[in-house]
């Protein structure tokens, strides 16, 4: 054993050899940009549970930070992603594709730079041509969080008859003024900051849950006579992302976070949503400050009026955005009838109420 590696660490490192071991590759891939940018990418991915062409196949998209390591003992949605998880590994082939220059390859291939000529209509495109490359023509599901989610929706308004089962988590279609705002700040201390992923990260925490949920978890407390821990906790979140996350990648996503929008040199909302085949469930948090709740409500309106197909589920939570990482039990509840699979209880859930429409 190297000197300087205790036990945690190596098993940390155990852990990212056996996932670097399970990432695969489609090469060559020639895409242009929406704005005009001809690149060549190589798009990694996992797949999980059953061989890919053996099972209905569900597609993962993950969030800002995640990436396609979505179940397994470092997975980071496990509690919903695995063997007789609300998601089932034995009954579905589960893929992952990792957004193009979120550096979870630890490739210098995949960095991409030129963040700007990105959009998340572009990863939706990406994906798509994946798909096509993997020779898979139908999904039963496609689900993601916040940006994932997004994408999400911009896969389903691209390629309407694509998924049976279309589930965006604490996300919208469309990034609204309050979020381009909040990723316009990011994006500055990304530019300016001296330390900018951990100023960032610290920055977005206080976005991704509420006061209530803060209030709760910390109650004023002091570890030492400088700090509250509220401010350790926030520093703890900044300096572990600045260890495993890279500037470029955080900017390439917070690029896609604001620029999701199905409609964007297309038609209303509803022309372009009412043509998606799936049934549409979205899943949407009752606290959430980054994706307002109230903005999923009137999506769900609009679009039932001309879709009988689509469904609306409300978690109900102090914890805000990030709700849909802590709330295991409530997702586990309503995504059991799509997945028929058995509700998953969490013990720890004191807030295990879901509105379902």
């Given amino acids: 054993m ?39 990418l190589r798009l990694s991915y996992q797949t999980f549970g059953k061989p890919l062409y053996e099972a209905p196949i569900v597609l993962v998209n993950h969030a800002l930070t995640g990436n396609s390591n979505v179940c397994g003992a470092s997975g980071w949605w496990k509690d919903i ?34 963040y700007k000529d990105f959009c998340a209509r572009d990863i939706a495109e990406i994906f798509a041509l994946g798909l096509e490359r993997l020779n898979i023509n139908s999904l039963f599901a496609v689900i993601g969080g916040s940006v994932g989610g997004g994408i999400a929706w911009e896969l389903a308004a691209l390629k309407p008859d694509l998924i049976e089962h279309l589930i965006p ?22 530019n300016n900051s001296s330390q900018p992923l951990k100023d960032a990260r610290m920055h977005a925490m206080t976005l991704y849950r509420t006061p209530e949920s803060l209030k709760q978890k910390f109650q004023r407390t002091t570890s030492n006579d ?31 976070l604001r620029t999701i929008d199905i409609t964007k040199n ?53 914890h805000g955005h990030d709700a849909f990482l802590i709330e295991y039990g409530q997702l586990s509840k309503l995504l059991a009838p799509i997945f028929n699979s058995k509700t998953q209880k969490n013990e720890n859930n004191k807030y295990s109420l879901v509105r379902d429409w």
């Avoid at 297309?266 to 469930?281: D, L, N, W």
């Fill in 2 to 40: 190297h000197p300087n590696f205790n036990d945690k660490e190596l098993n940390c490192n155990r852990y990212l050899i056996e996932i670097m071991k399970n990432i695969k590759h489609i090469s060559s891939l020639n895409y242009t940009t929406i704005t005009g940018k001809k690149v060549t």
């Fill in 81 to 114: 992603i695995g063997s007789h998880k609300s998601i089932d590994s034995n009954k579905f082939t589960v893929l992952s594709f990792n957004i193009p220059g979120n550096g979870f390859d630890d490739s210098e291939k995949s960095i991409i730079e030129n």
């Fill in 169 to 190: 988590i604490a996300t919208d279609w469309k990034s609204t003024d309050w979020l381009i705002a909040n990723c316009h700040i990011q994006e500055a201390i990304l």
């Fill in 226 to 256: 400088e700090l509250f821990n509220i401010e350790s906790w926030l520093n703890y979140h900044g300096k572990t992302l600045s260890d495993r996350f890279q500037l470029s990648a955080y900017k390439m996503m917070n690029q896609i």
């Fill in 266 to 318: 297309r038609a209303s909302f509803v022309e372009v949503a009412k043509t998606i085949k799936s049934t549409i469930h979205i899943v949407t948090i009752n606290s959430d400050l980054f994706f307002k709740a109230e903005d999923n409500w009137n999506t769900y309106i609009d679009l039932k009026l001309h879709k009988e197909n689509v469904n609306i589920h409300e978690v109900k939570s102090i």
